[in-house]
């Protein structure tokens, strides 16, 4: 209503009218009183988002605009959506920018530039109690209708935000599971959850180390700061290498050689004591590691051995398949055959299902020595060979269940082109 408040004191009444799980709100009512305990009227989990909000917005406009007067209008809203909520589709960021921009607004308050919405939400959600990146709410805010939206969102490093947008093809449609599962993060789950985190919390980390033994510089190497950066380096090494070649199919599966050769470099099995062993300099991020996964678990659950490259090679091949899936959209959107059409929709297709692949629950996938060999080997034989390529191993991270699992083989049964999970897994949807 117009009814304007100090920054101290307003009530906010929000109705939500969206498409819901159990574990979602109906209604929420809040007085927020700063100079004394807020009265939450009707208790909800989704009320410390929106005192969350108020707070990181005025210590946003506090810091950018000094001599502003910050005077919150009480708040009638309602909140309606077609997506189902708590199923890893409609985001908390989702509610949280919703809040943003009503705030924003209602009250008149200067716009902010998309970046710092990004940066400012997943701040609100560490006050409110998660840790996030910034992709949920990236995608939210920098979506087009009838586009696929693909950028890297690294956490620590907003400036490489870079939207790339592909078309949809209009032959296609998403269908949506619902597998009405939701994650439960305790004994051997979590143990499971824990195992593919550890390996990939590490990863960047050991394969830097093994690159500056295979020869890589000084200089490349500081360039890698995340996973995603492994294969960009090997990139400008392999093509500065290999001026002479200028066959693409060649040159990316000379990288994925080389990505082969150093998970081969890593053990099959290991240890924490192993892994110091190996790789000496990386005693505290290795024990910062196993605090963060396994030594929450219970004694009884805590591994003494695991294996690293799976969640490794799944990690580095998902990031191939995104980009791949990006660039087989943009060649869609320029032929017009149909027959081409078809055989391109079943290549983005086949990315999915061998994405789910190293997911599965059933997945049979282990990356030995003999698995690895193999695949140098048969590049050594054929570098036109495309089955080779790295996009096309599914690697094992295991973040499905027995009924995620189901419901992709159900798609698929009924002519879907392809189907996967999303969100962090372990249930949810396909």
């Not at 969206?18 to 929420?28: Q, Y």
């Not at 599971?177 to 990939?200: H, I, T, V, W």
């Amino acid at each position: 209503n117009n009814q304007s408040n100090n920054d101290n004191h307003f009530k906010f009444d929000i109705i939500n009218l969206g498409i819901e799980t159990n574990n979602c709100f109906d209604h929420v009512q809040i007085e927020y009183n700063k100079n004394r305990n807020n009265e939450i009227i009707q208790n909800s989990n989704w009320t410390k988002y929106i005192e969350a909000v108020v707070e990181i917005l005025k210590n946003y406009y506090r810091s950018n605009f000094p001599n502003m007067s910050i005077n919150f209008k009480n708040m009638f809203t309602v909140i309606n959506g077609d997506l189902l909520m708590g199923v890893g589709l409609s985001s908390s960021h989702a509610f949280i920018l919703a809040i943003i921009s009503t705030l924003i607004q209602l009250n008149q308050f200067p716009l902010i530039d998309e970046i710092n919405i990004i940066l400012l939400a997943r701040e609100i959600e560490r006050v409110a109690g998660a840790v996030t990146g910034l992709g949920d709410q990236g995608a939210i805010l920098l979506s087009k209708r009838g586009q696929i939206l693909h950028s890297p969102f690294y956490h620590h490093d907003f400036k490489v935000i870079n939207p790339i947008y592909n078309q949809f093809p209009s032959e296609l449609e998403v269908v949506v599971f619902n597998s009405l599962e939701a994650r439960q993060l305790s004994g051997a789950k979590m143990l499971d959850y824990a195992k593919p985190r550890f390996a990939c919390s590490l990863g960047t980390l050991m394969l830097q180390i093994l690159m500056k033994k295979r020869g890589y510089s000084e200089n490349s190497l500081t360039k890698i700061d995340r996973l995603g950066y492994i294969s960009k380096v090997i990139s400008e090494q392999i093509k500065n290498q290999n001026q002479h070649i200028n066959d693409n199919l060649v040159i990316k599966n000379l990288i994925s050689q080389e990505i082969y050769k150093l998970l081969l470099d890593i053990p099959e099995v290991t240890s924490i004591k192993g892994l110091i062993d190996q790789f000496p300099e990386l005693v505290q991020p290795i024990a910062k590691a196993e605090e963060e996964y396994f030594l929450k678990l219970s004694f009884e659950n805590r591994p003494k051995t695991f294996e690293l490259r799976g969640a490794l090679l799944f990690s580095l091949a998902e990031i191939e398949r995104a980009n791949e899936f990006s660039n087989l959209l943009d060649l869609i959107s320029k032929t017009v055959d149909i027959d081409k059409r078809e055989n391109l929709f079943k290549q983005i297709g086949n990315l999915m299902i061998i994405g789910h692949q190293g997911d599965s629950f059933n997945n049979s996938t282990q990356v030995t020595d003999t698995y690895l060999i193999d695949l140098i080997n048969r590049i050594d034989n054929n570098t036109n060979d495309k089955t080779t390529l790295i996009e096309l191993q599914p690697g094992d991270f295991k973040a499905s269940t027995q009924r995620v699992d189901q419901l992709q083989m159900t798609a698929l049964k009924y002519n879907a082109i392809g189907a996967c999970l999303t969100g962090a897994g372990l249930g949810g949807v396909v």
